[in-house]
């Protein structure tokens, strides 16, 4: 094995190649209202069926409302403290335990989970999300519906803008960019949803100044 | 059969089947157009085409010193770095990882790099379950066949071939050919695998050296499926995808989704750079990438062939490719069909073993101009077909002159002596109107398809002269 990475190393230095800077980064005018992004992102989330809701009261309410009879996962961060509020979810399961001790019910028990999210994109009409112990990864994956809650102060205009606002030397275990459901095109290029992933993203924005 | 005589009879079976040219006709022509909506400003297209050029161009010129970089920095982060030579080298390193971890079943994400060490077949040569989990892949491994486009795997099969496929797999499951529920079908069957396997496989699209993170870009998420759920996730790619920096990213990824399929974005873009933290309580507890050359590091020796390697498998060069569109991907016989495999396959293989795929190109430059990075392939194609045939020339490519034949040579031989010599030219026209009738109406290939043309009764430059135009 170290043969193959010498050899490979030696192989790719024997021709070295006159290094050039890189073009100089090409910025997309920016300078989008808050109003803007949130609409930009809205039209383009609805663009590949993803809903959007413009967030009046609480969102325990909202899911109460919407969610009537569904079982829930929920992590345990402050989302899963205010969980306790709703009143008609069949059932409520807290991810509080590894993947490997309910693995079967992750995959056939939970209807919709409910997270938060790092930021959004205005541009492409993207989630951001950083999973953590609170909030784990398969989280906004497994389930058959996705609701999450994004901030509207946290709408970026696009990617480049969001990774020059903050720092992003040390990345997360994993950071996720999501733009819809799941869909697939794989059978004659024809747009089917919820092959494997969510079928509904429901993105719910919290807009206070 | 000879190579060429093998693709000629592949390229021959293509063109007469009426359904398969329907199913990549409708696919490419619909393509086309949304990759095009999604690029409104030819001055913006430019200028974002100009910047990942010069991202990919930067990453081959320090491609040693980066590749270095990202092992230390995946080290760091706890994902496992193994470097494979060739083919067998990577199959046996993640047969082996699998066995250590007495792995019996993996879901695997969509992989080109895989399909190069075929790497399915070999694992289940060692009892090793795989399960292809992109719905294009795993309709395709039912048919046991090779994917006919690097983006749209099972482009070439419409409904009906994939609803009977189901139905032969999967008799317990109602008959359809509904899209919506063909899906639904596919996501039933998956959704079992995805939960009881023991490992995930899958490819990567981008491995930033800066962060140590591996990108994967995909709209279903089977590939964050295979990456997350299972307690072992093996990525492999080529040597070729690390780049420099976390913000080469947002340029990367807008081109390669707008030119691959014509979406603003992808569903998901998927960031992985360590395995499972302590407190963590999902994503898999080890992870380990598998860096494959197979030929790659020899490519780059060559300052005009290794723009090459700045492919960012988008797949827009085969979806405006005339011939890709009519003949369709298998009809090449390669890992990699249309214009990136022209220029690909012969230089990873040898022009001996894929040469002459180089002749299934009209040189219309189609492919260069939609190229997202920019790569010259008509240029790289031309020369590569010269090179198969021509081998005079010192080339860091094996296999030079395998495709050369004494009569071509003679023919072109003859060409050029009477182009540089005015009587012997003067000779061989008058020659050839005079005696065209003993010219043959069969001109072997040619005139399959053709009539034999009929040279005029007299040269332009006899009728010229006796226009009175002057000579020279």
Redesign the interface.
Known sequence: MTDSRAHILNRLRHHELTPQAKAPVYQKPLGLSKAQRIKSFTEKQQAVRGEVVLLNGSWTDWMDKHFKDAHLLIGTGELGDQASDLKNAKAITHYDQPIESWKPDLFEQIDVSITTSHAGLAESGTLILKPTPQEPRLMSLVPPAHVAILDANRLYENFAELMSAEDWSEMPTNLLLISGPSKTADIEQTLAYGIHGPKRLITLIVNHD | MNQQQAFERRIDEALHNAQLRQ?FR??MD??RQRRAEQFPDEA?LQ??R??V???R??S?????DL??KLEAKLTENGIQV????NPE?ANG?IANILKAADAKTVVKGKSMVSEETELNHYLEEQGIEVIE????EY?IQLAKEPPSHIV????H???VE?AELFQNFHPELPYTEN??E???T??VI???K??KADAGISGVNFAVA????LCLVE????G??ST??P?LHIAITG?EKVI?K??????L??ILTKSA?GQ??????????????E?????PKAVHLV?L?NGR??I??D?EL?DTLRCIRCGACMNHCPVYVHVGGHAYGSVYPGPIGLALEPQRLGLDKAGSLTSACSLCGACGEVCPVKIPLPKIINRLRAESVNNQEASTVSGKGALRHVSEAWIWKLWSMSYSSPALHKFISWAGTRMSSFIPNKLGAWTHYRTRPTPAKRTLHELAKSAGIAND
């Open positions: 199913n409708s696919a619909g393509i913006q200028a974002l100009e910047q050029q010069s991202i161009s930067y081959l010129q320090n491609q040693a590749l270095e193994h470097w494979a030579a080298e390193i989990s992109d719905l294009g309709i749209a795997p099972a482009i099969k419409n409904r994939v899209i919506d063909l899906t639904e596919a996501r998956l959704r079992e995805f939960a800066e962060t140590g993170t709209n279903e998420g089977n964050r499926l997350t759920a307690e040597i420099d976390l913000t080469d990213i947002p340029p990824l807008e399929t603003p974005i992808t569903t998901y873009f998927n960031m992985i750079s360590r395995p499972r933290q407190g963590e309580l999902d994503g860096l050359d590091s020899r780059r020796w300052d290794l």
